[in-house]
């Protein structure tokens, strides 16, 4: 067990809640959504899956890795490679770089369908300018949508009526102020593989639905004929169909995963781990949807630099070599496989979700937000980031994973004795962590 003789790396923290709002640029990335008070906020050095604080302190990283984008594992050698190539020869001109026509160029030859390609440098910018571009080419305002999309108030405007429509969609609690209330009613959600809400939406609104955005995956497959009858709904009413591969793109499969499922979109997107690591965001699509870009004003000047679509085709090059989604795939059932087995020996209620890939971990108890704060802050002295996620990537290895479970086995020992003694809120000694979007106060 470790003793911290430094707390610079917390110290940055309390330093950035004065200084920058939210204390962080990304939820997904603020300590309270892991250990308030005890998780290290921030890092000095990245590579493979091991992470290093700013007081030396080394971790492996069994958590959500860069947030799902880094699937090769962090600082890749040859992204890298390619990226300080890149940097030397210039990354920025009045000019354009040659590596955005070659980008689109290799993400229509993994996608046939599609006929042509638009880059920004995240997934929500490719969101809003995907959706920018579907309401350009029908006209019309309306987005039904299932999952969670982002921060653009496109969005957000969901939750401008009164019963938070978007609590189902990920991340509860997410708030529209500042969302103009004109939006209202021009964002609809239905559920994942509920064809039947999606089809009342059409019955009320389609002559008024731009398109439908949603994940052709996440949690779980879809039922048969799911896709292809939201294919079929947009098709009865004109509606753009959007798959958004922001989290899906790559992990499961080179290219989308929607490709597995033979039903295509007239629109994809993609970011994340299509950089592995570093900014890129792009929106694939028909020409006759994609041309609706020169009927509105969509332009940003980093759209242009050449640090991203640089790092996209080194991923894509890699990804085409080695059989990332396998070796992520085969690293996550092992861990699964270690959680089920821990959960049986200790006598714990875990319940596991999503895919190998993608894989969330809750404890089945009253007090479970308590429980994984406390295995967090456990965990940190053996060595580990982890928490209520774990996304796979190609730098993780089998010896990583048994030295997790090594280690978690010891943690959820003091888990059960906690909970036949009742303690765990004094073992924590600190905050629960936060389960959705709340005020940093």
């Not at 957000?156 to 978007?166: K, R, V």
């Not at 009742?422 to 389960?435: E, F, M, N, T």
Request: hydrophobic share 40%; net charge negative; charged share 20%.
């Amino acid at each position: 067990m470790r003793e911290d003789s430094s707390n610079h790396t917390q110290s940055l923290y309390n330093d950035a809640r004065r200084l920058i709002p939210g204390g962080t640029q990304l939820l997904s990335k603020r300590p309270e959504m892991f250990a308030p008070e005890r998780w290290p906020a921030y890092y000095s050095e990245a590579h493979g899956c091991e992470v290093t604080d700013l007081d030396g302190r080394k971790y492996l990283d069994f958590t959500h890795n860069g947030v799902g984008a880094c699937l090769l594992g962090y600082a890749h050698p040859r992204v890298s490679a390619a990226v300080v190539d890149r940097i030397q020869r210039g990354s920025m001109s009045s000019l354009n770089n040659p590596e955005e026509v070659a980008l689109a160029r290799k993400l229509i030859d993994l996608h046939p369908w599609a006929e042509q390609a638009r880059f920004t440098r995240c997934g929500g910018e490719a969101l809003a300018v995907a959706v920018r571009m579907a309401r350009a080419a029908t006209g019309r305002d309306i987005i039904a949508f299932c999952g969670y999309h982002g921060w653009s108030d496109w969005y957000l405007a969901a939750n401008l009526s009164a019963d938070q429509a978007l609590d189902g969609h990920l991340l509860p609690g997410l708030s529209p102020a500042g969302v103009p209330r004109g939006l209202q009613g021009t964002a609809i959600p239905f559920g994942y593989n509920r064809l039947e809400e999606l089809a009342v939406i059409v019955r009320d609104h389609g002559r008024n639905l731009a398109a439908v955005v949603m994940e052709p995956t996440r949690n779980t497959p879809p039922l048969p004929d799911f896709l292809s009858g939201v294919r079929q709904l947009c098709d009865d009413c004109g509606a753009r169909l959007v798959f958004d591969e922001v989290t899906t793109g790559l992990r499961f499969r080179q290219g989308g995963k929607h490709l597995d499922y033979g039903v295509m979109p007239d629109m994809a997107v993609f970011a994340k781990a299509l950089g592995n690591g570093h900014p890129i965001g792009a929106v694939i699509g028909l020409a006759t949807t994609m041309e609706a870009a020169q009927q509105t004003f969509i332009s940003s000047t980093y759209w242009t630099e050449g640090v991203g679509p640089t790092a996209a085709l080194a991923t894509l090059a890699v990804c085409a070599e080695v059989d990332v989604a396998g070796h992520v795939r085969h690293i996550g059932e092992a861990f699964r496989d270690g959680w089920q087995s821990l959960g049986k020996k200790r006598g714990l209620s875990i319940a596991l979700g999503g895919y190998p890939a993608l894989t969330t971990v809750t404890f089945a108890h009253k007090d479970a937000a308590a429980l994984m704060t406390l295995f967090t802050v456990r965990m940190l002295d053996h060595g580990f980031l982890a928490g209520s996620g774990f996304y796979p990537t190609l730098a993780h290895q089998p010896e990583h994973v048994d030295a997790f479970l090594t280690a978690a086995d010891r943690v959820c020992l003091e888990l059960v004795e906690s909970i036949e003694k009742g303690d765990v809120q004094a073992r924590l000694g600190s905050p629960v962590k936060h389960s959705g979007f709340a005020r940093l106060t």
